[in-house]
């Protein structure tokens, strides 16, 4: 009898919480078993960065058992390092986790992978940018794999109103892996009940995805280019701002343009525009021979519209209320065009967000009015809301506060905001003629402003702290002005990265600048109802 010493082809299926790990893993074995072969599956349940991500290990012998003359293989229950020959994820993150725990290698491990991110607890908390670089991501699956198919599987999810886990059957059909032909996976997933069509969709867009790929040379190396160099859909620029700006900043300045425009009217968006010359104006000034590609007013052109178009309730109001987000609910819960669908959207407003739009001898009455009532021990007041968007009263009520958009300007926010902008801006203005560096990290510090509530208001007094106490000083002492540009990134840096303010209050320090003030925070006593029950029960 013919010896065997083929061995098993081992993959490790990874997919988040809900995402059917289980039930690939269970068609790839009903594959096997349809198609002659043995198989054998197990799951890993375990604790990944978003908590609730499972691997699934399968092995599959590439001889059919009817050639193996009664003799069946033995299975391993674990992969081994180094020795995986697929390695199949649903998400770009997880597979490199994988990667790192040493899984996979370059000289034997495929990697199918989707491109798609679902991000992390710990990237969310960031008050900065803090995802991870894609590119990097796809540079370790490149570095670590013998070949590699990297695709959208949650673009093709959503496209086939199917589950991702029908799309990842198909990648794993398409590049060849296994020996069972297309026909022997669709015959399964035809088994698989009401869903079946669906899953019969994802799985073709993923199979051919991966054939066309297979027909292509440097994959990873087209995908990090793109990465890299392919421009999202673009604003559309006025032709006279064109003109007028140069070319390096057309990108970033048509989309705050159009946003500000929508945000408010035409007359903001001119505002903007204002802003964004006499920064120009003074880039141009401080670096006459534009060594630096007008790297202040690109970003500039950035943090001002995105301050500028701040969040509010009238914001609010506005965007839940839009045709473009009924429709991706609809798509969402692939709701058919016979569905009845409800949706209801939970507010809470409290006396700060109806303060804004007030005038300010109005505003300040209110919010004095909800500082008393904090002083006496009860909590800020707010108005809880929820609204069915799918009726007409519900729907009747958002576009009549998204109407109020015109009566903005009027609003106590709406002027402090613009004092705060210009604040920034004639920083940056001043900065940059004395100082091009120390202008641009500044204007760096727009990342700052970000969020709502008290994260906004903290992000605005930050960046005044170290405008007024790191920066500004450099103009009455040019000789500092390079320190001082190191010494406003790191207050930047550590701003974003402590949210609670510790660090940044160090590197102040550090550089000579006094630590933000200390805000007074009224003390809530609250009654303890076991010890006055204690006090009234008789000794």
């Not at 202008?439 to 727009?446: F, K, T």
Request: with cysteine.
């Amino acid at each position: 009898m013919m010896q065997v010493t083929t061995q098993p082809i081992s993959l490790l299926l990874c997919a988040l919480g809900g995402e059917g790990g289980g039930i690939l893993t269970d068609w790839l074995v009903e594959t096997a078993r349809h198609a002659g072969y043995a198989a054998q599956a197990t799951s890993i349940p375990g604790v990944a960065q978003r908590t609730g991500a499972t691997t699934y290990y399968l092995e599959v012998f590439p001889v059919p058992l009817s050639d193996l003359g009664g003799r069946r293989p033995v299975f391993g229950l674990n992969p081994l390092p180094g020795r995986l020959d697929a390695l199949v994820s649903s998400e770009l993150l997880e597979t490199g986790r994988q990667i790192t725990n040493g899984l996979a290698s370059n000289d034997h491990t495929l990697v199918i992978t989707s491109s798609a991110r679902s991000l992390t607890t710990g990237e969310k908390m960031v008050m900065g940018d803090g995802r991870r670089d894609n590119a990097e991501l796809l540079q370790l699956v490149n570095t670590h794999s013998r070949s590699r198919h990297v695709l959208d599987m949650a673009a093709l999810t959503q496209q086939a109103g199917t589950v991702v886990s029908a799309v990842m059957l198909g990648a794993i059909a398409g590049s060849g892996l296994l020996p069972f032909c297309r026909r022997e996976y669709e015959t399964v997933i035809g088994e698989s009940g009401g869903s079946a069509k669906a899953s019969l969709r994802g799985f073709a867009l993923a199979f051919d995805a991966v054939n066309a790929q297979r027909t292509q040379s440097a994959y990873i190396d087209q995908v990090l280019a793109h990465e890299s160099e392919a421009p999202a859909q673009q604003a559309v620029l006025p032709e006279a701002l064109r003109r007028e700006f140069p070319l390096e900043v057309h990108d970033l300045m048509a989309l705050g343009h159009a946003r500000v425009r929508d945000y408010q009217n035409a007359a903001y968006g001119e505002r903007y525009v204002q802003r964004l010359r006499r920064v120009l104006a003074a880039e141009q000034a401080g670096d006459p021979q534009h060594l630096h590609g007008y790297r202040t007013t690109r970003e500039m052109a950035r943090w001002v519209a995105l301050w500028m178009a701040f969040d509010d309730i009238v914001l609010v109001a506005d965007l839940k209320s839009r045709a473009s987000r009924q429709a991706r609910v609809r798509d969402e819960v692939k709701a058919g065009g016979d569905d009845l669908l409800r949706v209801f959207d939970h507010f809470k407003p409290g006396a700060p967000e109806f303060a804004a739009m007030l005038p300010e001898s109005l505003a300040q009455r209110v919010l004095a009015w909800d500082r008393r009532r904090v002083a006496q021990g009860q909590a800020p007041w707010a108005l809880p809301l929820k609204i069915g968007t799918h009726s007409v009263l519900g729907m009747l009520a958002l576009r009549t506060l998204a109407a109020c958009k015109r009566l903005r300007p009027m609003g106590s926010r709406f002027h402090t905001e613009q004092a705060l902008i210009d604040r920034w801006v004639d920083a940056v203005v001043r900065l940059s003629e004395a100082h091009g560096p120390l202008g641009h990290e500044v204007a760096l510090c727009g990342r700052l402003i970000k969020g709502y509530g008290t994260t906004n208001e903290r992000g605005k007094d930050n960046l005044l702290h170290i405008i007024d106490h790191l920066a500004l000083p450099a103009l009455a002492d040019p000789g500092s002005a390079t320190q001082r540009c190191a010494a406003v990134a790191a207050a930047r840096k550590n701003a974003l990265s402590d949210e609670a303010g510790k660090a940044l209050d160090q590197t102040l320090q550090q550089h000579g600048a006094p630590a933000r003030p200390v805000k007074a925070q009224p003390i809530r006593w609250q009654h303890n109802p076991r010890l006055k029950a204690k006090a009234a029960t008789p000794s």
